[in-house]
């Protein structure tokens, strides 16, 4: 117990460096994080390229692998040290998403949304009907389509990449489209550029992942509420190709206005209606460049974190946690480092019944920081919670910060153990945006709650529509640990009365 | 150290000068592709060549070296193949005077070195195996070259160009947003800097030309210390992004086509060690360091699937590959059936538009990298058939067929067609299903048995298409093939391609249509069809 108090101290002291740079250290931040959750490689078919890019739980303790190869595996014991292998499919072109409805197993092609069935029970898939193919596709290796199933209705949400970085060469890409099971279909929100992933809040709502690159300062989670706007316009084609085919744009048919390049997102909503802001920015650099899947706890049994987000990320191989929150009717909330150390490039990302992640992908064309060309992983929690910020919620005046664990009241109540930085990013046509606007907050006041894991941060003033990364790196626990990770990102969307 | 041995280098490459030259080869045969993975090879004229044949397939080869020819061997090949019987026994080698070298008939799995002198006149010399019908896909030239054995340097960059970037970075930073420090050209077109007052925390790109003469697969080698990524006309096509040693490096392969191309590297050093090594090699020149300093010692051996593709191999199941596919479109669905014979199902028309012979598909292009671009058969002997809808409803026997859809991406779907996908039989065969207009229609293809004529064996694949409808469809036609190819048939048998033909029982000729009128007893019809390969 000692000998782990030392070294979480230690690397604890390392992150609390301020800056962005966790340079060096990112072997002591892995380690430190392993005291709580192992992660361990689950052993795959031998011989076999399993470049995962989707995941679901199946019934009986399976697990479904898609590949982006075009197969899907299952494995009937992924948990064992030599799981049993089985292909259920193959020859799929690229499946981005996959899940088990309905004695089903419903697949995201990059053409259609196909489902599949053994019916004759040798474990190999032998129907595969396409439900719809409602959207184009040219043969643009870009043109990717990222699935996954809505628990309210069973349909497939489908959030269809761009035609390259920016452009739009086929129908509906840039836009999301539900595929109800009946084989009916809708588009439900446009101005997607680069999407890793799509996931769904315990309340139903949809989420997805889109890519830092034009029009996206950042990469970012955003909402995909039914008719919006997700804020890159290149996809706006469809609007004119669909009208002179007659094909029905359903809610998203009022073509929204066109944002003006080199503005702020904030400004910006004010002009385009349908324009939902990015629930959480996930900042380029920082956090990483390329999010994917993600997958909320419902649990409880993966750590102090039931009801948060866990998001896949390919090129620094992590997970990030993410804490939501609804202010003035605008979903927004927090990233925080997670998990690092992966050892491919995430794509999906899956939580099990038992609060078991299991995270896997490759690093094909983009690389990863893992290093390996593909793998699948697993992460438990070891049932010792880490000393984290666990909350982050906005306040008229400042944050809220809850904690995993009691904090120290001294250091938790003084100003000088928190530090805090906002900025906001270029809302542009080009690629990506340096971090701009940038403000320096300061600490006014540092309260500790009733319950001693609370703190009531005043800041002297708060931004609206910036990151603002508040840090807690003197913050100690009754233990006496600092945190394991110092840090959160909250996107100001709104500023709560 | 580098002195000391520079004298012996010079003393050495002079000794090799008057010595008579030579090259060792080795030559495979990859497997179910009916190719050899070596299509080209270099040699002096004169130079003594150890050939090694190595058979990787399941099928036995040999190989031939002819005299200068521009047919890839092919003429050299029917001569063999006119041995018939006494084939076998002669190893399929015809006494001829176009055979410079050969090896005997080689048994799957075995080997054979044969050791032969090299022409002195300088020129192309086919190589190809004379196995009956093999020699279309599989063969190869020698080219005798002065200087040859050893590939010389390529080309250099030019209008080679550096900005400079300061910043303390853990990963590259997209630099097309950053202001550069400052920017100039590159010395010598060399890829390399030289600032005595930035030894950490700085990161540059370079940029320039590459000037390609010949298409064929170019490889590229990077190694750097820490992050770099190299784009060639725009895309990236290799990464070694984040702070580490330099290693031995990655390599990409790329088809170029002649012309410039256009190259963008991207570095950035955080602290310690600052390398950064590229390399690029071709079809007719060797590895050619493009940086100041050449990456020493590394192997020079690239991973086996950038080399030899990733052939996916059918055996007693069909395997099934949905893809971007050359000559299909972007809803392709190329299925390789047991028996040598495969297809490719279009899913936005719902026709199949390739079959052909032999070997399946290659993966490589789209499972590799990111997978650009489309991708045709493996195979030969590729029959092209209809990019179009294969049902319609004619007003009159007359009556044109509808055009072929114009702008599938953006939703010009023909009318009155939904693909519903396929099932899976017990070999894994598909059976596709369709509707067009109230009509259930299943697809399906198999390996029938051959016919053989005059000893070579040919191939077909039988195709059944099965139209279910609750009402009956007046006018209602299969189009079964068109284009000015199609001749009047006897016995419903029409010729379609040279030694292919097309068996279609009750399809009348129109034009250049060959259309098959669907009528429906007791609510179903039946349509068989065969593609035959007479040799």
């Given at each position: ?5 030392l ?9 609390a460096?301020?800056?962005?740079a ?8 892995i ?7 192992t992660?361990?490689?689950v ?15 199946l ?14 595996w ?14 259920f ?13 309905d004695?089903?197993l419903?697949a995201?092609?990059r ?8 019916t ?5 898939a032998?129907v ?5 193919a ?8 870009h043109?990717?389509a ?16 761009l ?8 129908l ?12 009916k279909?809708?588009a439900?929100?446009s ?7 799509i ?6 709502e ?6 830092q690159g034009?029009?996206?300062g ?6 995909l509420?039914v ?7 290149t ?13 029905s744009?359903?809610?998203?048919a ?13 400004t ?7 324009f939902?802001p990015?629930?959480?920015v996930?900042p380029?650099?920082?956090l990483g ?6 997958c ?9 974190f039931?009801?948060q ?6 090129t620094f ?20 480092h997670f ?7 995430n ?6 019944p ?24 697993r992460?438990?929690w ?23 664990q ?26 990506g ?19 001693g ?7 002297d ?8 990364a ?15 990770h110092?840090?959160g990102y ?8 | ?7 012996l280098?010079v ?11 030579e ?12 190719k ?18 190595i ?15 521009n ?7 029917q ?9 076998m ?6 006494k ?8 005997k ?8 070195e ?8 300088p ?8 196995f009956?019908g ?10 005798v ?6 590939l ?15 910043g ?12 550069p420090l ?32 010949k ?24 990464t ?12 990409a392969?790329v088809r170029?086509?002649?012309g ?17 090594y ?6 007719d020149f ?7 300093t050449?990456?020493e010692?590394?192997p ?11 052939p996916?191999?059918?055996?007693d199941?069909?395997?099934?590959y ?7 479109g ?25 079959v ?21 058969p493996?195979?030969?002997a ?8 294969p049902?319609?409803?004619l007003?009159?026997?007359?009556a044109?067929?509808?055009p ?7 939703g010009?779907w ?7 996908g396929?099932?899976?039989d ?12 109230g009509?259930?229609?299943e697809?399906?293809?198999?390996a029938?048995?051959?016919?053989s004529s ?18 009956a ?10 284009g000015k ?29 060959l259309?098959m009128?669907?009528?429906f007893?007791d609510g ?7 593609y035959?390969?007479?040799?």
């Open positions: 117990m000692h000998r782990i108090t070294s979480i101290a230690a690397a604890s002291a390392l992150f460096a301020k800056g962005h966790q340079k060096a250290s990112s072997a002591d931040i380690k430190a994080e392993r005291e709580f959750y992660v361990s490689a052993p795959m078919p031998p011989g076999e390229v399993l470049e995962v890019s989707g995941l679901e739980w019934p009986g303790g399976k697990l479904a692998v898609s590949t982006r190869r075009g197969e899907i299952v494995a009937s014991n992924p948990a064992s040290e030599a799981p049993e292998w089985k292909r499919a193959h020859g799929l072109h690229e499946p981005l998403g996959i899940s088990f409805h004695g089903w419903w995201t092609q053409p259609e949304v196909t489902r599949m069935k053994d004759d029970g040798d474990g190999k032998d595969f009907e396409n439900v719809a409602p959207w184009g596709i040219n043969g643009d290796y043109e990717y990222f699935g996954a199933r809505s628990p309210k209705d069973g349909s497939i949400w489908n959030v269809l990449c035609t390259g970085s920016g452009g739009a060469n086929s509906f890409r840039g836009f999301v489209i539900r595929v109800f099971p009946d084989g279909s809708e439900v929100a101005g997607v550029r680069s999407p890793g992933g996931g769904f809040a315990p309340d139903g949809a989420f997805y992942t889109d890519n034009l029009w996206n950042s990469s970012s989670l955003k909402h509420k008719g919006s706007f997700q804020g890159n316009p996809g706006f084609k469809t609007f004119d190709e669909a009208a002179k085919r007659g094909i744009m359903g809610v998203v009022k073509k929204p206005a066109t944002p003006k390049s080199g503005s702020r997102i904030d910006e909503r004010a002009n385009v209606e349908e939902v990015p629930a959480v996930l380029h650099g920082i460049h390329s999010p994917t899947g993600m909320y706890d419902l649990t409880g049994k993966f750590g102090p039931k009801g987000l866990f998001v896949g990320e390919q191989s992590n997970v990030q946690r993410v804490f939501l929150e609804k202010v003035n009717g605008v979903y927004q909330g927090a990233v925080f998990l690092s150390g992966f050892g491919s490039g794509i999906a990302v899956l939580m099990t038992d609060g078991v992640l299991y995270t896997g992908g490759s690093d094909r064309g983009w690389g990863a920081k893992g290093g390996k060309p593909f793998a699948l992983e992460a438990v070891n049932g010792k919670a880490a000393f984290e910020i666990h909350e982050m919620r906005a306040k008229p005046d400042g944050f809220e910060l809850t904690f995993t009691p904090v120290d009241p001294k250091t938790a109540a003084d100003p000088a153990s928190y530090s805090a930085d906002a900025w906001t990013y270029i809302y542009q046509s080009g690629y945006s340096p971090e701009v606007d940038k403000v320096k907050p300061v600490i006014v006041s540092a309260t500790v709650g009733a319950d894991k609370s703190v009531r941060l005043k800041l003033k708060l931004t609206k529509g910036h990151v603002h508040i840090g807690a790196e003197g913050v100690k626990s009754t233990d006496g640990n600092g945190l394991l110092a840090k909250y996107t100001l969307n709104e500023i709560p009365n | 150290m580098r002195l000391s041995l520079l004298p280098c003393l050495s490459s002079a000794c090799v000068a008057f010595a008579q030259s090259a060792n080869i080795t030559i495979k045969t990859l497997a179910a592709q009916m050899y993975d070596t299509q080209e090879f270099t040699v002096a004229p004169g130079a003594k060549v150890k050939l090694t044949l058979n990787d397939d399941e099928m036995p080869h040999n190989l031939i070296v002819t005299k200068q020819a047919d890839k061997g092919l003429a050299l090949a001569t063999a193949w006119a041995l018939g019987e006494k084939g026994e002669l190893h399929w080698i015809p001829d005077p176009r055979v410079l070298a050969a090896t008939t080689i048994a799957p799995h075995g080997k054979e044969i050791v032969f002198t090299a022409p002195t006149e020129g192309d010399y086919p190589y190809v195996c004379t009956p093999h020699a279309i896909a599989m063969n190869g030239v020698m080219l070259r002065a200087g040859g054995g050893k010389g340097e390529g080309p250099k960059l030019t209008e080679g160009r550096y900005q400079l970037f300061l303390k970075w853990e990963m590259l930073p997209d630099f097309g947003q950053l202001k400052r920017e100039g050209p590159l010395d010598e077109n060399l890829i390399g800097w030289k600032f005595d007052d930035y030894k950490n925390e700085f990161g540059i790109r370079f940029t320039g030309n590459l000037e390609v003469k298409e064929g697969d170019y490889t590229f080698r990077l190694a750097s210390d820490d992050g770099a990524r190299l784009r060639l006309n725009g895309p990236t096509i290799l070694q992004d984040g702070i580490h040693p330099p290693g031995t490096g990655k390599t392969t170029l086509k002649p410039k191309q256009t190259v963008q590297l991207d570095y950035f050093q955080a602290a310690g060690g600052a390398e950064l590229l390399s690029w090699s071709g079809p060797g590895e050619t360091w493009l940086t100041k050449k990456l010692s590394a020079k051996k690239q991973k086996s699937e950038s080399k030899t593709g990733i996916l191999i059918v055996k199941e069909a395997v099934i949905r893809n971007f596919i050359e000559g299909v972007a809803r392709g669905i190329a299925v390789g059936l047991p028996g040598g014979v495969n297809a490719a199902f279009d899913a936005e028309l719902c026709n199949v538009a390739l052909w012979r032999g070997a399946f598909m290659d993966a490589k292009r789209h499972w590799t990298d990111r997978g650009v671009g489309f991708q045709g493996l195979g030969y590729v029959v092209k058939l209809d990019r179009n809808v049902l319609a409803t007003s009159a026997p007359d044109a067929w509808p072929a859809p114009k702008d599938l991406p953006w010009d023909p009318a009155g067609y939904r693909f519903g396929y099932t899976l017990k070999q894994g065969i598909p059976t596709f299903r369709y509707t067009y207009n009509v259930s229609v697809d399906r293809m198999q029938a048995p051959a016919s005059h000893g070579h064996t040919g191939a077909a694949m039988q195709r059944v298409i099965s139209l279910r409808s609750e009402k469809l007046a006018g209602l036609y299969f189009r079964v093939a068109s190819r199609i001749a009047e048939g006897k016995n419903g048998i029409f010729p379609l391609d040279e030694g292919v033909s097309l068996q279609a029982a009750g399809a009348i000729l129109r034009g250049e249509e259309l009128p669907v009528t007893k179903t019809a039946r349509i068989e069809l065969s035959i390969w007479n040799h």
